[in-house]
C-alpha cells in the first residue's frame, strides 16, 4: 500500500537538516548520497525536501558507488561482518553488505566499513518515510534529477483492449525456483510455437499497482544462447529448454544444424558465434539479430524480457538513471527524471563488449538524449511495458549489463565504482 506521510520541520543537528514537505506517494522519492560532500539529499521529485552529513567507507572499505534501492529494513541490526556491531534503523541496499543506518559516530568524513552512516535523529525519520525499492543513488559528486521528455521513454498510451503477448515468445529468466521458471517475452516477427507459453495476460491487465524497474543494456552470451535454443527448437532441432546454458542437448543441436551448412561454417571455429546466430535468424526468417535487451523486474522478482537494438554498438552507452515521477492516463502522459552516472570502463570490459569508444558516454550538451536515441524498442514490447509502468518505475541504461549484486530479491542493480 502507498502510504501518506508528513515529515518533520527543524535542524535535528548541525548538518541534517529537513524541510517542510508533504508527498503523496512514497514511491517517487529518491535518495542520493554524494561521496565528496558527504551529504545525502532526499528528493521528490525535483524537490529536496531531506538533507543530512552522512560518513561513508574509508579507505580499503570504500562504499561502492552506482545504482542501488533499499531492499530490506529492519530497525534493529547487528552487522554479520564486523563483530556484530549495531546497525539501528538499518535499510540494505545489497546483500553482500552495503546498507544505510544509524551511528553514533557520523564525523563527515570517510570513516565507516562501507555503509553509509546517518545520525540517529535522521536516521529514524528516514527509515519512517521510504519503502522498500526507493532508489538510492550514491556517487562521487553531487547529482541533481532533471526533467527529461524523449519518445523512447514510456508513458501510458497502450489501449486498454489490446491482447497483450499476442505475437511473443515467453522463455525463462533467472527464476527465482528452478523449478517453477519465469515467463518472459521475446518478440518476434514471425510466430513460432512454443509448447512452453503460458500466457500472462489475464493477470497483467490488471491495473498496475506497485511500480517496475527496467534495465537495457548489451547482450550477453546468457541472452544469445536462450535465443539459439529457442530457434533450433523452432527449426526442428531438440536443444532443450532455453535456459541460457550451453548442455548436451543445446551443444549436439548446434553441431547438427552446423553440419547442414558445411559451407557457411566452413571458416567459423566457435561453437557459438555472431555467424551462428545470423544464420539462425536467417533461417527462421526473422532478419538480423538483435544486439540489445531490455529486463523487467516487479517486487524484485523477474517478469520479463525482450530483445532491443543499440545503434552504433561500437560506441559506449553510458550510464543513465530514470524514474517516472508521474503519469497521467487520461492524456496518456508520464514526467520522467533523469541523470548520468560517471562510470568509465576498463580497457578489458570495452574489449569484451566490443566498445572501441567510451567518450559517446559523455557527449557534451545532452548525453541522456544520445543514448536514448540509439535505442530501438519494438512496438509490442513498448505497448506491454506501457501497461505496467507506475509512479516510481525505473529504468537503467548501462553497457556493463546485470552485475553481481543483482540477483534474487534485488532491483537492478548498478556498480559504476567498486
Not at 555503509?115 to 535523529?121: D, E, F, I, Q
Not at 491487465?205 to 529457442?230: C, F, G, K, Y
Not at 557457411?264 to 544464420?279: M, Y
Not at 570495452?350 to 557534451?364: A, C, H, P, W
Request: glycine fraction near 8%; charged fraction near 20%; aromatic fraction near 6%.
Amino acid at each position: 500500500m502507498v502510504s501518506r506521510f508528513v515529515f518533520g520541520l527543524g535542524l535535528l543537528s548541525a548538518t541534517a537538516l529537513v524541510h517542510p514537505a508533504f508527498a503523496a506517494d512514497v514511491r517517487t522519492l529518491q535518495i542520493f548520497v554524494s561521496k565528496n560532500k558527504q551529504s545525502l539529499a532526499v528528493y521528490d521529485g525535483t524537490e529536496v525536501v531531506a538533507t543530512s552529513k552522512v560518513s561513508t567507507g574509508k579507505d580499503g572499505h570504500t562504499t561502492p558507488s552506482g545504482i542501488f534501492s533499499v531492499l530490506e529494513k529492519q530497525k534493529y541490526h547487528e552487522s554479520n561482518l564486523y563483530s556484530a556491531a549495531p546497525m539501528p534503523f538499518m535499510q540494505r541496499l545489497t546483500w553482500s553488505g552495503i546498507a544505510l543506518h544509524e551511528s553514533n559516530s557520523v564525523p563527515r568524513y570517510p570513516a565507516s566499513h562501507g555503509c553509509v552512516r546517518m545520525p540517529g535523529a535522521f536516521a529514524k525519520m528516514l527509515y519512517g518515510m521510504t519503502e522498500p525499492g526507493i532508489p538510492v543513488i550514491i556517487s562521487d559528486g553531487e547529482l541533481v534529477p532533471q526533467p527529461i521528455d524523449h519518445p523512447t521513454l514510456f508513458h501510458p498510451d497502450a489501449p486498454a483492449a489490446m491482447p497483450l503477448l499476442s505475437d511473443v515468445e515467453l522463455r525463462p529468466s533467472m527464476p527465482d525456483n528452478p523449478a517453477a521458471p519465469v515467463q518472459v517475452a521475446m518478440n518476434d516477427t514471425a510466430a513460432m510455437p512454443m509448447p512452453m507459453v503460458q500466457p500472462l495476460a489475464t493477470r497483467e491487465a490488471e491495473p498496475p499497482s506497485e511500480p517496475i524497474s527496467m534495465l537495457i543494456t548489451r547482450r550477453t552470451l546468457r541472452e544469445t544462447v536462450i535465443d539459439i535454443q529457442i530457434l533450433l527448437n523452432a527449426l526442428g532441432f531438440s536443444a532443450g529448454d532455453p535456459d541460457g546454458l550451453l548442455g548436451p542437448s543445446t551443444v549436439e543441436a548446434i553441431r547438427a544444424f552446423k553440419t547442414l551448412r558445411p559451407a557457411e561454417f566452413a571458416g567459423d571455429k566457435s561453437l557459438v558465434s555472431d555467424t551462428l546466430l545470423k544464420a539462425l535468424y536467417a533461417a527462421a526468417g526473422k532478419g538480423e539479430p538483435p544486439n540489445g535487451v531490455i529486463m523487467v523486474r516487479k517486487a524484485f522478482k523477474p517478469v520479463f524480457e525482450a530483445p532491443v537494438t543499440i545503434a552504433d554498438p561500437g560506441l559506449a552507452l553510458g550510464t543513465h538513471f530514470f524514474t517516472l515521477h508521474a503519469v497521467d492516463e487520461t492524456a496518456g502522459t508520464a514526467d520522467w527524471l533523469g541523470i548520468t552516472l560517471e562510470n568509465n570502463l576498463s580497457r578489458e570490459t570495452m574489449k569484451r563488449l566490443g566498445i572501441s569508444n567510451q567518450e559517446s558516454s559523455i557527449v557534451t550538451g545532452k548525453p541522456i538524449a544520445h543514448s536514448l536515441s540509439r535505442i530501438t524498442i519494438p512496438d509490442e514490447t513498448r505497448r506491454k511495458i506501457d501497461a505496467l509502468i507506475a509512479p516510481g518505475s525505473t529504468l537503467t541504461i548501462s553497457d556493463t549489463g546485470l552485475g553481481r549484486e543483482t540477483g534474487e530479491g534485488t532491483d537492478f542493480i548498478t556498480i559504476t565504482r567498486g
